[in-house]
């Protein structure tokens, strides 16, 4: 079995995808900080 895969992007990341991004990785941290009590406050705001 043989084919070609092509994938064409022009999409750029910008600065609000960045902030969409880390917001919601903050917020999975901080759910996993009430359920189990890692990582440590401190660290996820660094």
């Known amino acids: ?3 070609s895969y ?3 992007a ?3 990341f910008t600065i609000t995808d ?3 991004v880390g917001g919601r990785v903050g917020a999975d941290l ?5 359920l189990y009590g890692k990582p440590d ?3 996820i705001e660094d």
């Open 1 to 3: 079995m043989s084919g």
């Open 6 to 8: 092509t994938r064409s």
């Open 18 to 20: 960045a902030r969409y």
């Open 41 to 43: 406050l401190d660290r």
């Open 30 to 34: 901080r759910l996993l900080h009430n």
């Open 10 to 12: 022009s999409a750029s």
